[in-house]
């Protein structure tokens, strides 16, 4: 059905659009991506030339924020159910009105910056994308902001052989720099919306206690941008959304029950009509012979938005985190390792205790960090702390030769001590039963308590000027 459905000459026009051409040879996305229902996703980068032969094969077609031509800003917010994965398939009605409050703030915000971005919907929830031309006055300014973060200097190779081709310097540099801006723009989003969500709103997904449908939060997902500009993409729409069979492993034979899915434009419907018609090939195929997904070109309002985030308290922070640096690797015998894990309570000390993959799941940074804020470390060092752990051997694999091990823990500990910082997390969870509720507690019996830790990370805060 798929290959019938990729064969409409209207669904390749759109997908080609959404990749910046109408043609293999003219796209201006650097790669794409193509995968099957199976569990083995690799998102490996493949060469624009072969999206026909992946339409063919019925495949998940995704695409390179990387761009010849623009930077990409894309926001991700989507439900995250960490006991019932499958909840926002079987349920979506209920799981998308859960996010309407995020998702009204975030359009309320964009359009008063002048921003009007491509509205997606998938099978967790929206997304949010437009363009930031490489010329314009908007991305100097964010390249001037990523070079504070040093992004640069990359660690990582950010160049695939299978595509022929490596990004420069300035690009990714300019990506880092967007990924600080929408940090702003989160913690903005997070003053409106959070009070009116029923559920935890979390900056990427972060486990809070349960509820009647388990443990479940509503995520602003900014991970992309805790990762090199290279290795990170965008489901296209008009494609197939396969994530239900991919993740038959976690959700088991209820993947059989969940129709075919498609990535759709919001063109002209209600996100409810919009979920019906993500579910119905013929209705996807006759939205694409009207809706466009070019993604829009959106530099002049992002250079509103960047002059709001250059004097807000977020950018403040973001200064105070970038100044202290890592210590050099050859230091780490002497600093980080001289950590006396002892004195630490037995859910933060296992998490450097064994790594892998406690430091790969955001909760697991974020207990961390406000742990080790108690004890008056300074952010940037803990994120050297998380990083030097990265780089030794914990069964990582080649994770850290594809992605950025600095970058990486950087992004998570400013991600989460900032929220701290500028007042947004009031750490009302940082207490025992809490950490048992989310599954985080290691030990049955435990002399320790939290709440200590929490009172004093407040007297940082309340200490501490942005």
Known sequence: MLEEYYADPHIRARIFEFLGGDSPQNVTCAYITADGPSADVCHNPRPPSELPNCLDDGLEIGRSLWDHEALIAHLDIEIVNFDFPAEPWIHPNRCIDLQRPVVAAIQEFLINHGIAPLHLLSGRGHHFVWRIDLRSTACDSLTAIGSVAGASQCGCPGSFPSIGQRHDGPRATAHAGLGMVMEYVAHRVLDVAAGDCELPVMLTAVEAGPNAH????????????????????????????????????????????IPGLFMIPLHEMEVHQGIQVMRAMDEVQDLARRGSVQIPDQSRGTERLLEEYAT???????????????????????????LPLQSLPPCARIILEQPNDRLLKPAGIQHLVR???????????????IRSKYERDYGWGDRWYRYDAATHADFYVRTFAGLIATGRDGLVDLNCRSCQEKQYCPVEVCSDNLLRYRDRVRIRVETTTY
């Open 214 to 257: 388990g443990r479940e939060v509503v995520s602003i997902d900014l991970s992309e941008y805790g990762d090199p500009l290279h290795t990170r993409g965008v489901r296209v729409p008009f494609s197939a959304y396969l994530k239900p069979q991919q993740q038959r492993w976690r959700i088991g034979a209820i993947a059989d029950e």
């Open 312 to 338: 807000s308290q977020t950018s403040l922070w973001h200064r105070q985190f970038y100044s202290a640096e890592h210590d050099p690797s050859d230091q780490w015998p002497k600093t980080y390792d001289r």
């Open 371 to 385: 742990i080790l804020l108690g004890f008056d470390w300074h952010p940037r060092h803990i994120a050297g702390l």
